[in-house]
């Protein structure tokens, strides 16, 4: 069978990015997010010459292998400055995006990958939020701070990831539910069932 991509979308607290990593250990498949940043900013910092010369531009085996070496963690990254557009940045990681898509299975967090991709038939869209009191109750425990604090880390993340959302995607909302397969409240489905969920629709689709 081919290989298939999940895409999870999520409001910050939500536990998206530890519910992507979760799945990704029970279907033994690589789960990304920081990481596909993290190398796009590598690559921006060169001349895009370079890989064109060497004819090694962005191609999938180099870049499987280079988000190999890299750190990753599910720990809570919250978004503290304001957004400020980088098309360059974003085509680098747009190109990292469609190569996974094309090369392996793997589970893709944020990122904008549900738009990135919305034209592949191997993808499935994900997006998970979950009510302020959860969200807060998640983010004190997994930081250690106070409910003042997490309440302005969540405001300020969540409005980065709109702000991100909508200006690399041409004005779309990052919240609509029409933009994914499924939308799921952790609050009320639970971390351990949202991936059983997803699970079954990927086996709905013939993917699993």
Known sequence: MKNFI?????GFGSGGK???SQLGKELGINCYENRILTLASQYSGYDEHIFVENDERLRAPMIVNQLGKLSRTTKPKPVLSRF?????LFKYQEEIIKQLAETESCIIIG??????LRDYENVVSVYIEAPRAHCLKNIMQRMCITQ??????????????????????NGNYWTNPVNYDMTLNSARVGDENCVRIIKDYLAMK???
């Not at 990122?111 to 990135?116: F, G, P, S, T």
């Open 84 to 88: 400020v557009s980088d098309p360059k």
């Open 6 to 10: 999940v895409t999870i979308a999520r």
């Open 148 to 169: 003042e604090e997490a309440n302005e880390l969540i405001t300020n993340t969540d409005r980065y990831r709109a702000e991100y959302y909508k200006f690399y995607t």
């Open 206 to 208: 013939n993917f699993i």
């Open 18 to 20: 530890r519910i992507g």
């Open 111 to 116: 990122k904008c990958a549900d738009y990135v």
